[in-house]
């Protein structure tokens, strides 16, 4: 029976461990934004009404 409850708690501390290096790693994950790219130059102009 004290194997099970230790095998156990060894199962459950790995589980955190894993979760805990995790979280940290999504933290440290430095998020970037892509440029804007410009308009193209018809756009820029107004429309000519028709």
Wanted: no cysteine; net charge neutral.
């Amino acid at each position: 029976m004290k194997i099970i409850i230790i095998i156990g708690i060894l199962i459950v501390l790995v589980i955190l461990l894993l979760s805990v290096l995790t979280i940290n790693k999504g933290y440290g994950y430095k998020h970037t934004i892509d440029p804007i790219d410009p308009l193209p130059e018809e756009d820029k102009e107004p429309k000519k009404e028709r």
